[in-house]
């Protein structure tokens, strides 16, 4: 069983749609959680980290659960600039470990 | 902002030579890795690397690989031999002072082609 799986898409979504991505764990000792945004041929860089309580940051937001080993993200209002693979992550060493990212297409 | 810089952006080499990839962390972080993006695949933790020596490595990083860090600033991933399926983007990522549980910076990566 892969550690981290997500549905790799792509989801193709209209401007200002909503769109939510789940991702599960396998490893029940992570203990950090992150979304990492992943441009073509780019480096990952940190969207959010993920909290139990969940966390927002304008029209993203993360939740985690940790009964469940799930963790999702949430955009709302789409734009033309979220186009990109979302990578969610789970750290228990302090490596992040990625999954295979979901791939948002977002059009006019 | 202070970032993580990755030398060469390119290289290509020919299978069996030896390839060098550089990378300059963040000042102040003391947790540094190296990972890999095969093209259309996903990004895979190789070596993280604690204190002048390795803390974790995965079954990817075998005995080919090679990292070091000769100056206190500059850390370094050596492929000894190089194999067609090396052929790979390379990204360093460092990680902050007093924790490792935080976010990681990436560098801009290596691009490594073999032929």
């Known amino acids: 069983r892969k550690e981290v799986e997500q549905d790799p898409g792509p989801f193709n979504v209209p401007e200002g749609a909503t769109v939510a991505f789940n991702c599960t764990y396998s490893n029940s000792a992570s203990q950090s959680f992150f979304w990492y945004r992943q441009d073509c041929r780019k480096e990952p860089k940190l969207l959010m980290s993920?909290?139990?309580s969940g966390n927002e940051d304008g029209r993203f937001t993360a939740q985690l659960n940790r009964a469940s080993q799930y963790i999702s993200l949430l955009i709302r209002d789409s734009k033309l600039s979220d186009s990109a693979t979302y990578l969610c992550?789970?750290?228990?060493?302090?490596?992040?470990?990625f999954g295979q990212g979901t791939t948002l297409q977002v059009k006019p | 902002e202070p970032e993580v810089t990755q030398t060469p952006s390119h290289q290509v080499t020919q299978m069996g030579q030896e390839v060098i990839l550089r990378c300059v962390p963040i000042s102040n972080h003391l947790y540094f890795y190296w990972y890999r993006q095969i093209l259309g695949q996903k990004v895979e933790f190789l070596v993280s690397f604690y204190n002048n020596e390795i803390s974790e490595k995965s079954e990817i990083f075998d005995d080919q690989f090679s990292v070091e860090r000769p100056d206190g600033s500059n850390f370094t991933l050596k492929i000894r031999s190089t194999k067609l399926e090396d052929s790979a983007m390379y990204f360093c990522a460092s990680q902050g002072a007093g924790t490792n549980t935080g976010e990681l910076f990436f560098g801009e990566g290596s691009r490594l082609t073999v032929l």
């Open positions: 993920v909290y139990s």
């Open positions: 992550t789970s750290s228990n060493t302090g490596k992040l470990i």
